[in-house]
């Protein structure tokens, strides 16, 4: 199994500018999970999404951020505008967790973005 | 918000035990522990889960009290590779499944 996969790996972008994530998760994981992770907060969940539908978006920070998962292989996170500090290493995980209470997370390797 | 407190840092000699202590006072009857671990900027990795009965597998031991208020991982020869920080999770249930939150772990330096 190729894993999660996450593109780009690492971004560097310029202030203001749109900003997209991606994520494909493990085939037959049923969840799917967006983090940050920065020296200051640490890891914080921003959004999960079971069987394709966002269920918990209290994480996201602010209007510039959006998730989507238009189907069961593929979901992205948007920053629009992008601001110097969203900088940080995203994570997508997925997992076949939903309402069971088992289910590890498999993460990704991240993308690094850099706002300047 | 974590529901689990643990050291900031630990030390470990290489091909010692290392005990990581968590405390969990708050969890539920039906909310299992689970173990990750994250090596320098790699994603978080799973190590182990349980929910009242010890739990070994090819990486770890997992060791929760009686009354399920603390628990212990336990990496029994540690490598320089295991140098990593530790997070202990009680999954946080919402309104359509489980969010796992990560708290600030523990860092676990293991030194030859």
């Avoid at chain 1, 959004?47 to 593929?74: C, H, L, Q, T």
């Avoid at chain 2, 909310?31 to 090819?58: A, C, D, F």
Wanted: hydrophobic share 35%.
């Amino acid at each position: 199994d190729a894993g999660v996969i996450q593109s780009p790996r690492h971004e560097v972008t310029e202030m203001g500018q749109e900003v997209t994530l991606r994520c494909k998760p493990i085939s037959g994981h049923n969840s799917l999970f967006w983090y940050r992770q920065t020296m200051m907060r640490g890891l914080e969940l921003l959004i999960y999404f079971n069987n394709n539908v966002p269920i918990d978006d209290s994480g996201m920070p602010e209007d510039r951020f959006s998730a989507k998962m238009p189907n069961a292989s593929f979901s992205t996170l948007k920053i629009q505008p992008s601001e110097p500090r969203d900088s940080a290493v995203y994570f997508c995980a997925s997992s076949t967790q939903g309402h069971s209470n088992t289910g590890e997370l498999f993460f990704g390797e991240g993308s690094r973005l850099t706002v300047l | 918000d974590a529901k689990t407190t643990q050291p900031p840092s630990m030390d470990c000699a290489e091909g010692r035990a290392a005990n990581l202590p968590c405390n969990h006072s708050t969890i539920s009857g039906n909310e299992y522990v689970y173990w990750y671990r994250q090596i320098h900027s790699q994603g978080p990795q799973y190590i182990i889960h349980g929910l009242k009965n010890n739990e070994t597998n090819e990486m770890a031991s997992l060791i929760i009290t009686e009354d399920r208020k603390s628990s212990t991982l336990i990496l029994p020869h540690a490598t320089l590779r295991d140098t990593a920080v530790y997070y202990c999770i009680v999954r946080v249930a919402g309104a359509g499944g489980f969010k796992t939150i990560f708290g600030a772990g523990t860092r676990l330096f293991v030194k030859a």
